[in-house]
């Protein structure tokens, strides 16, 4: 399938979406910590999924995951 639009791309969104769906086996894999929040936000040039996540001494932080996808001819 050849990408039309890139900002952001249908591509780009689904997976964030499903990168977000993805949060209880995420929390599964942290050595400690537990996901408290998710901020998705679809609409910008290129999506991303915000955690705030609580440690085990319960200080918060905030992990920003975002999706860029490169232009179809650039892939090798």
């Known amino acids: ?3 039309k639009y890139y900002n952001p791309s249908s591509l780009e969104v689904n997976f ?4 977000q769906d993805l949060a209880p086996q995420l929390e599964d894999k942290l050595a400690s ?4 929040n998710i901020t998705p ?5 290129n999506p991303m999924v915000i955690y705030k996540l609580k440690d085990e001494e319960g ?3 905030e992990v920003v995951v975002q999706i860029i996808q490169r232009p179809d001819n650039l892939v090798n």
């Open 1 to 3: 399938m050849k990408t």
């Open 16 to 19: 964030a979406k499903a990168f």
């Open 33 to 36: 910590g537990k996901v408290i």
């Open 41 to 45: 936000v679809h609409d910008a040039d």
């Open 59 to 61: 200080d918060l932080h």
